[in-house]
């Protein structure tokens, strides 16, 4: 059962995407906000 699931996996492994972008996992962790892949600067000043 288990050489069966591994063969499965191997099988279904060649059809998966490679993540675009992993570079930037980190920094989606820590809440950096992105628009259309692009990093968001947001400015901190409080607007007077």
Known sequence: MLSMVYKMGR???KSWRRLR???HLAK???GVRFND???VLEDRRAAA
């Open 11 to 13: 099988c279904a492994e």
């Open 21 to 23: 972008g992993f570079r």
């Open 28 to 30: 989606v962790i820590e």
């Open 37 to 39: 892949g692009i990093e």
